[in-house]
């Protein structure tokens, strides 16, 4: 069974990168698209006639997305939906029929308040799919998929798929681990070299364990180990810049987890260095 691609779209230019982007990756795996307009209900008056002319121009915002889409020359299966309502929770109850969520960032200021921006953060906690959020700008091809090891099941998850589309790609697969010493004043001597030596130990360990088992799946894979001494999101915009794609994990969708997306994921999807994918921890 083919996979199936929900995508944001509100006639924005990021809306319509991330929209090529998707329409790019649906061809190359053969996916069905399924686009998605929410007219936010938010500001709206709630008299019918007022809302049958916002629920109007949400189907011709899609119509012309739809155009917009076979403008590119996508030729595969798609199909689209167009509602008035909260955006965050549409695109949660749609995200349950799709493999994944493709969302645009925000105009401006990172995030700075519209559906595709703050809120696709938001999005990004209770979709039910693994989300991509795609920059406004070109990215490079073949600086590979770069992935955040930590050790835990939401990180597992992350490898796991990292691995999948670095190896589908033909390009490497760089699995990074970051760490910090305390920075408590006045223990700083605590921090001998040997000390040091053995978190880095640490480290190359936490990245072993992490990709066991990727070369027999993917033998022809490569995978490059970046052990960065700084804080866990710096280093994963640091490592990539340029890459093909960033893929985090998040927490799982089980009670007060499931608002929450977990700090590194969180601080990534604000800076963008590439397209990012946040993966589910179920």
């Known amino acids: 069974m083919s996979e199936k691609y929900l995508i944001g779209v509100d006639g924005s230019e990021q809306s319509r990168v991330a929209l090529a982007w998707g329409l790019a990756r649906a061809t190359e795996r053969g996916a069905s698209v399924r686009l998605l307009h929410v007219a936010d209900d938010s500001f709206l008056s709630e008299s019918v006639a007022f809302l049958s002319e916002a629920q109007k121009a949400s189907e011709q915002m899609l119509e012309a997305e739809i155009a917009h889409a076979r403008s590119l020359g996508f030729t595969g299966e798609i199909s689209g939906t167009a509602v008035v309502g909260h955006p965050i929770a ?30 696709a953060v938001k999005v990004a906690a209770t979709a039910h799919c693994p989300v991509a959020v795609i920059p406004n700008r070109d990215v490079q091809p073949g600086a590979g998929v770069v992935v955040g090891v930590d050790g835990s099941e939401a990180s597992q998850r992350a490898i796991a798929y990292a691995a999948e589309e670095a190896s589908f790609r033909g390009v490497p697969l760089i699995a990074v681990y970051a760490w910090m010493p305390p920075l408590t004043p006045g223990l700083e001597y605590l921090w001998s070299e040997e000390l040091v030596e053995s978190q880095r130990s640490a480290a190359e360990e936490a990245i072993a364990i992490g990709v066991a088992g990727l070369a027999e799946r993917y033998p022809d894979l490569e995978v490059r180990r970046e052990i960065v001494q700084s804080p866990p999101v710096a280093a994963l915009v640091q490592v990539a810049q340029g890459a093909e794609l960033l893929v985090v994990g998040s927490r799982g969708r089980g009670g007060i987890s499931r608002l929450l997306l977990g700090s590194v994921s969180h601080g990534v999807l604000q800076a963008l260095p590439c397209p990012v994918i946040v993966t589910r921890a179920d």
């Open 90 to 119: 549409e695109v949660e109850e749609a995200s349950k029929q799709a493999d994944l969520l493709v969302l645009g960032e925000h105009a401006g200021s990172r995030f700075a308040g519209s559906f595709f921006g703050t809120r």
